[in-house]
Nanobody
């Protein structure tokens, strides 16, 4: 499975941004997918995850109510809609997929996209 993340950019605090993650390769069976982020000098952190069907979603505590993860199974694409962005949300955002179950641990994911940079100015 190959993942291609896109949609990052420079925005101001309070703005919204939508990230996309297109999956290709062995996508005949949808994989649970997730977004992680990594700020300079910090560990990679779980942001949001979505199960195979798209029915169940999971969020990190600091983004609940502001970020929404979704997926379009027909297009093998996952999205992360981010609203009310804060400077502390600035990071490289990575999409990931797993053959197992959604987890907040990055060790559970076998497939990773290249990352897309989100910068939120104050």
């Amino acid at each position: 499975v190959q993942l291609q993340a896109s949609g990052g950019g420079l925005v101001q605090a309070g703005d919204s941004l939508r990230l996309s993650c297109a999956a290709s390769g062995r996508t005949f069976v949808p994989h649970p997918m997730a977004w992680f982020r990594q700020a300079p000098g910090k560990e990679r952190r779980f942001v949001a995850g979505i199960n195979r069907s798209g029915v169940s979603t999971f969020y990190g505590d600091d983004v609940k109510g502001r970020f929404t993860i979704s997926r379009d199974k027909a297009k093998n694409t996952a999205f992360l809609q981010m609203t009310s962005l804060k400077p502390e949300n600035s990071a490289v955002y990575y999409c990931a997929a797993t053959s197992d179950f959604i987890s907040s641990s990055d060790r559970a994911y076998q497939y990773w996209g290249q990352g897309t940079l989100v910068t939120v100015s104050s």
